[in-house]
């Protein structure tokens, strides 16, 4: 139990363009989810945070004009890189918090991250 | 906010037990956890400690928790090579859902 799925797994785009990211959470509902980026060889950094049916809570230095978060859903959040630059090239990871479950209501679980490049 | 910190690298043989480390800063720490990263791949939740407890055992992992030194650690026995990866700590904020990560340590393992 308690899987999280992203799709794509990797993407491939032009500058300019905007890409949308999904994070599902499988057999559970989330009523939080989280939008993490991780350079190479570094540590996940917190973006935003996503809460089912309201905004979004960024981070301080996250854009929220250029990187959307929409969580439609108990299972579904999105987020879209708008007109996305090179230096948007990057792995991220969302995760879902199921609120209850075996591991106790705080634990998050990971999606298997999306890879973008942006050319 | 919070800070987390790991040593970047640790090799070990095969059979060998690691050891990896942790120091957190948060006071009002109350889960503190250990996730494996492959390449390419998301985080893998392998174990957490609440922060009332000492050590936690769970098959081949052992996490110690020295809540006054403010110290977290995994022992991984019997080490494989399919335990090559990175391990992050993560220490939970006061905020529920919060995580503060660590940088990660890139365990290698030797046949």
């Known amino acids: 139990g308690a899987v999280v799925s992203q799709h794509p797994s990797r993407v491939i785009c032009k500058s300019g363009t905007s890409v949308k990211i999904e994070c599902r959470s499988l057999?559970?509902?989330?009523?939080?989810m989280f939008w993490y980026r991780q350079f190479p060889k570094q540590s996940l950094m917190l973006m935003a945070t996503?809460?089912?049916?309201?905004?979004?809570?960024?981070e301080q230095g996250v854009e929220k004009d250029k990187f959307l978060i929409n969580h439609a859903s108990l299972t579904l959040s999105t987020l879209t890189v708008t007109s996305a630059h090179p230096e948007d090239s990057s792995f991220y990871i969302c995760?879902?918090?199921?609120?209850?479950?075996?591991?106790?209501?705080?634990?998050?679980?990971f999606g298997p991250g999306t890879r973008l490049t942006v050319l | 906010g919070e800070d987390v910190e790991q040593s970047l690298f640790l090799s070990v043989r095969e059979g060998d037990s690691s050891v990896i480390n942790c120091t957190y800063t948060?006071?009002?720490?109350?889960?503190l956890y250990w996730y494996k990263q492959e390449p390419g791949a998301g985080l893998q939740l392998l174990t957490y400690?609440?922060?009332?407890?000492d050590m936690k055992q769970d098959q081949r992992l052992t996490v110690l928790l020295n809540k006054k030194d403010k110290h977290l650690s995994l022992r991984i026995a019997d080490t494989q090579t399919g335990d090559s990866a990175i391990y992050f700590c993560?220490?939970?904020?006061?905020?529920?859902?919060?995580?503060?990560f660590g940088r990660g340590t890139q365990l290698t393992v030797w046949p």
């Open positions: 995760s879902a918090l199921p609120g209850t479950g075996a591991h106790g209501a705080d634990t998050q679980y």
């Open positions: 057999d559970f509902q989330a009523t939080t």
């Open positions: 996503s809460n089912e049916g309201s905004k979004a809570t960024y």
């Open positions: 948060d006071s009002s720490s109350t889960y």
């Open positions: 400690i609440f922060s009332n407890m």
């Open positions: 993560a220490d939970r904020g006061s905020t529920l859902g919060r995580l503060y």
